[in-house]
Each structure stands twice: as C-alpha cells, then as structure tokens.
C-alpha cells in the first residue's frame, strides 16, 4: 500500500522532472517487494528473485521531436539508439543485458518497412551483447512516434557487487571511460545543418548511434568499482547526482576532461559543451587511487580505451556536497548543477 505524500498541486511543468520523482518514490516506497535490493533512484533497479540471483532492469521512453526528429537520421540508427540508451543503464550497474522489450506507439502514416527497419536496428546492437527483443507492444500515438524499452540483464555476484551511486567514498579519483561533448555537438551538426563542419560526421554519429559502454561497465564491477553512473544527462547532470547520494562533494581539473579537438574547434563555449550537453553515454565511476592499476590492466587486456581521471570525491565538511572545478589558472570555482530536464 502506498503512503500519503505531500503534495503541492502544483503542475509538472513548475516543479521539474527530479522533483516529479522525489514524490512517485515516496508514493510506491510501501509497495517494494522483500526482494528487492535496489529501487528508484539509480540507473536501474536490482530483483532477487530466489537466493545467488540477480535481476537488473531498466526502462526508457523516447518521444518524435522530444527525443529525436525523423528526418535527421534513418530508422535503423532510431532503433539502435533507443536500445542503446536501455542498456547504458544496464551498464552503469555493472550488469550483463539480457532481453529487451519493446513497446511503440505509431501514426498510422509509417510504412512497414520502416518499423522492420527500427526492430533491425535494435536486433542488430541487442546481437553485440547477447541481448534478445522477446516481445512488447504496439498502439496509436496520434502526433508522433514513441519508443519504450524495458531491459533485464543479471548482476555477476551478490548486489553489493552492483555499482551504485551512493558508493563514492572520500579520496575516490573520479573518471570516464571516453570522450565528452561528442554527442552534443552532432545535436548541433544536425540542428544547425553544419554537416560541412570539420569533425561533424563523427560528431553526429556519436548523437545518432551511442555506443553502450556495456563491457567497460562489467569489467569496472569486476575489478571491485562500487559506484558509477551512465552520463546520459551531461557531466554536470549527472555527476551531482552521485554527489548527493554518496554525501560528498567532486573536484573535476578543466584541463584533465577529455574534450575532442574538433569540440575545442568549432564551439567557442567547449567547456560548456562537455560539461553539460549530455547523451555521451559514457560511464562516469569513482575508485580509490589502489584499484585504479588493476582497471588499467583490464582494460588493456580487453583492447578498450583506457579510462581518463578527471577528478576527486572530497569531504564537504558541514557543507552541502557540490561540483567544483579546477581551471587552468589554478582556481576553483563552483559549478551549478545542469543539464537538460523534463517541464523546465
């Protein structure tokens, strides 16, 4: 049974999408089976269903021109993406994807060949990691096409094993497995129609076609990485969220943040850029300086890029926990949480 949750009756538009969740938590907080070792609030949440297993699932919905617009790309590329994004979160936890379902709601005005071509897509990245579309549905959407996925993948071990936010500690370094700002700009490219811009093909690719980060984020919880977070949301979206739950506050080094050349050359406002844009789908993890070596190694032995340090989780004393970033210059200053959010 739910609980009664104070309300304000104010509408969604005026209180923001992380205040929307805040209350739909308190309301289902009564209703959590006995099994469930993880809810609302991290990338995704973690079942068991009998002792020594654990389920991971993720759901995620896009919306035509919320989302992503038709004509910017083919449905192969739509259908990539919208599993894609599912297991990104699956990947943040540290979980191997396992089946997919899928629902969509259509116009009517779409050919068949088409939405084959959106499920080809899906099947074609779901064959990469081993990730089966086994059912879901399909209904009417009157003005526009909508996407949702629903992903189950299984923890490796036991649930402390899954990478979680609330797992940072003081002295944590704090990395990412890639470049950022990418994605952003192939928003731009696509938006502004500046495929002649030098770097804009892979810009726009990194937009149109994410790569989930699903075998960095099995190798980082194998290797005893207990707190990461897919950045689906920007840098400045995301990291503060792992500030909140673990208690701490980050300092990220300007100079450390993997930022393309051509992000650096055709955005004067590149910091920005990277710091905000959101969609990379990188991970973004924490882990004390000893384990650092070890991921190194792994990731070597797999063939994967190696993770870029970017920073520190620091004691924020009687404070509140914040992002501060360290500028070339040597000064720090304090970053206001910020990214896209849903109603404002």
Not at 148 to 159: H, K, N
Not at 284 to 292: A, C, H, K, Q, R
């Amino acid at each position: 049974m739910s609980k009664r949750v104070p309300t304000s009756g104010k509408r969604i538009r005026d209180i923001g999408e992380f205040k929307l969740i805040d209350v739909l938590t308190a309301v289902v907080a009564g209703s959590q089976p006995g099994r469930l070792s993880l809810g609302i609030g991290d990338d995704a949440a973690v079942w068991r269903p009998s002792p020594g297993r654990h389920i991971v699932m993720s759901t995620d919905t896009m919306i035509e021109e919320e989302h992503f617009r038709l004509e910017w790309g083919d449905w192969k590329s739509l259908g990539h993406k919208a599993l894609a994004v599912n297991l990104s979160d699956l990947a943040a936890m540290g979980a191997r994807p396992r089946l997919a379902l899928v629902s969509i709601g259509l116009t009517g005005s779409e050919r068949d060949r088409e939405i084959a071509d959106l499920y080809r897509g899906m099947v074609a990245l779901g064959d990469q990691f081993k990730t089966a579309v086994v059912g879901g549905d399909t209904t009417t959407s009157e003005t526009a096409v909508m996407i949702s996925i629903t992903v189950l993948g299984e923890a490796t071990s036991g649930p402390d094993s899954v990478m979680k936010r609330s797992s940072a500690r003081a002295g944590d370094l704090i990395a990412v497995t890639g470049p950022l700002g990418l994605a952003a700009g192939g928003l731009e490219v696509l938006d502004q129609e500046l495929r002649t811009l030098d770097g804009g093909p892979a810009m726009e690719e990194a937009f149109l076609r994410p790569k989930p980060r699903v075998r960095e984020g099995r190798i980082l919880a194998r290797s005893g990485v207990r707190c990461a977070i897919d950045l689906s949301d920007g840098l400045l979206g995301d990291l503060p969220k792992v500030c909140s739950q673990s208690g701490l506050s980050a300092e990220i080094d300007e100079l450390k943040i993997p930022v393309p050349l051509s992000i650096k050359w055709a955005f004067q406002d590149w910091i920005e850029v990277a710091l905000r844009g959101g969609e990379d789908y990188e991970l973004l993890f924490t882990v004390s300086p000893s384990v650092l070596a070890r991921i190194n190694r792994n990731f070597r032995r797999a063939g994967l890029r190696l993770p870029t340090v970017i920073g520190r989780m620091v004691d924020p004393g009687e404070a509140e926990p914040e992002v501060r970033l360290r500028m070339p210059s040597g000064q720090v200053e304090k970053l206001e949480p910020g990214a896209y959010a849903h109603w404002g």
